[in-house]
């Protein structure tokens, strides 16, 4: 079974500097989709950002960026320029590719990102 | 505007009184899931349905039910609720056919069993 382990449950950074968020996940798949969701205060769950495994480019999204390590099994997030209004509850989830499975999301723990001004 | 729409949004009731909570998604897609949320565990997945009348277990079905009659509604039975069911409740929708995409969130429903 897959599983998702993200190792830090809180994480602070003064505003304006880069934190890094780590998440690492077990699969004996070769394609499947990975995801960082944002959960604020509000208790949305939000995309963040989305990665394919077979693409071997970082997916980016504005000050948001990954270093996905496929042999290494390892999804990290990258912020950049952290703003107050990043502070939320961030989770790694992933997904296999197969058409005729349950496209089920498989959760990391959270880490809670804390903006000090 | 493409949405997934929950209700209630919170609900404090007493062990054993049957509630539902209602899903609803107005962008025609086929795969609709309910999943619950606790501290130190993520989500969980409880119920998925691939399509009308097709619905499965996820990881956590003990003590829910669910129905799909319409493509559009997916509610969350609890028959009989407990205080071990008291967690922040989270229907989502995506297209479906292995869709890459994200699914689609609800705003959540936060239940207290007493």
């Known amino acids: 079974a897959q599983t998702v382990t993200q190792s830090q449950p809180e994480m602070s950074v003064q505003e304006a500097e880069t934190v890094t968020l780590s998440c690492t996940y077990d699969?004996?798949?070769?394609?499947?989709?990975l995801f960082w969701y944002k959960q604020p205060p509000s208790r949305q769950m939000i995309l963040v950002i989305r990665?394919?495994?077979?693409k071997q480019q970082n997916a980016t999204e504005n000050r948001f960026s990954v270093n996905f390590q496929k042999a290494a099994k390892s999804f990290s997030l990258k912020i950049s320029d952290s703003q107050l209004g990043d502070a939320a509850m961030y989770f790694c989830a992933y997904r296999r590719t197969q058409m005729d499975s349950n496209y089920q999301l498989i959760w990391g723990a959270g880490t809670k990102l804390i903006i000090k001004p | 505007e493409a949405q997934v729409t929950q209700n209630p949004r919170y609900l404090i009731t007493v062990t054993g009184k049957k509630l539902t909570v209602t899903c609803s998604q107005n962008?025609?897609?086929?795969?609709m899931s309910w999943y619950r949320q606790d501290p130190g565990l993520g989500l969980r997945q409880i119920y998925y349905s691939m399509n009308v009348e097709v619905t499965d277990k996820g990881d956590v079905p003990e003590g829910y039910k669910v129905s799909r009659k319409e493509k559009r509604n997916f509610p969350l039975i609890l028959e009989s609720p407990s205080p071990n069911q008291t967690s922040l409740y989270f229907c989502?929708?995506?297209?479906?056919?292995?869709?890459?995409?994200?699914?689609?969130f609800g705003d959540g429903t936060r239940l207290s069993i007493l």
């Open positions: 989502a929708s995506s297209p479906g056919q292995a869709h890459p995409g994200p699914q689609h």
């Open positions: 990665q394919e495994a077979y």
């Open positions: 699969t004996s798949e070769s394609d499947y989709y």
């Open positions: 962008m025609n897609h086929e795969y």
